[in-house]
């Protein structure tokens, strides 16, 4: 018994200073700048339940896989980002059930859909698509400051910056943003403009940024050299595109992500498999 409590004895102030120097560290302290600002449209009491239940649950279930995993107990911050991410997207009026069961299938899908070395899909990616279906969620990306004055959009855009910044895939997130506003601009030059138009205004140039800031950039899920990162957001992209025009579904840019999650999950293994046959 002392072992265990040994084991999950609070964090050294130098370990957890270190912790917030690093990139999910960082993620972290940015959701939980965002979370409250954002939380003054809807109202904390609103927003509150939903959030929580989201961040304990993926917490409870992937603290025990990590120390079955690890053999020692360790804070699952990387559950904590997924959960958070779901509450963030889903809509704040559903109920705290269905954010928990969402962040549920976010962290038991890394273990489920995964390399050799990491899991394939954006946890909070995936679990959003899947709850789309499996429990027809509304998505109203209410963390991304939609219902705020235009002046909190600098907020996000801050925050977003710093952490794309930190994690080295600036490229990744401007090649989506550039590929995305492209295909949807020459499609209101040729078609319809008012079909395409609320893709320039709230709630849905909101979601762009906070997925591209947020998500795109996932460091497991996304490659780490320019190049790569590049074709990554213009696969994004451009997946995201179809959905919409062909399909129209809630989901379009989540659905870009998981597919070039995909393609670059493909793109290691090719890389492993040239390494090994050398």
């Given amino acids: 018994m002392s072992e265990v409590v040994a084991t999950m004895s609070p964090m050294p102030f130098t370990s ?15 959701l939980a700048l965002l979370i409250p600002l954002a939380a003054t449209a809807s109202g904390f009491a609103v927003v509150a339940p939903g959030v929580a239940a989201a961040a304990v649950a993926a917490m409870l279930i992937d603290a025990p896989i990590l120390r079955y995993r690890d053999k020692a107990w360790s804070f699952p911050s990387g559950a904590l980002l997924t959960g958070l991410l779901v509450a963030m997207v889903l809509s704040p009026f559903g109920s705290w059930k269905i954010a928990a069961m969402t962040a549920a299938i976010g962290v038991l899908s890394k273990y489920v ?29 209410w963390g991304a400051l939609p219902e705020l004055p235009i002046v909190a959009l600098a ?85 995201s595109y179809l959905v919409f025009e062909l399909v129209g579904a809630v989901y379009f840019l989540l659905a870009g992500l998981l597919v070039a999650n995909g393609w670059e999950a493909w793109r290691r293994h090719r890389v492993r498999a040239r390494r090994t046959a050398k």
């Fill in 16 to 30: 957890l200073t270190k912790f917030f120097k690093t990139p999910k560290g960082l993620l972290v302290i940015a």
């Fill in 113 to 141: 859909a995964r390399g050799r070395s990491a899991n394939v899909f954006n946890p909070a990616a995936l679990a959003l698509v899947i709850s789309y279906f499996a429990f027809d969620t509304g998505q109203s990306w």
């Fill in 155 to 239: 907020a996000l855009f801050i925050t977003g910056v710093f952490i794309t910044d930190r994690v080295n895939k600036m490229p990744a997130v401007l090649a989506f943003l550039g590929v995305h506003f492209l295909l949807f601009t020459l499609t209101a030059f040729v078609g319809d403009p008012a079909r395409v138009a609320e893709l320039y205004r709230e709630p849905d140039l909101h979601a762009a940024l906070f997925f591209a800031f947020f998500m795109v950039t996932d460091p497991p899920t996304s490659p780490p050299k320019a190049r790569d990162q590049i074709v990554f957001g213009v696969i994004t992209a451009v997946v």
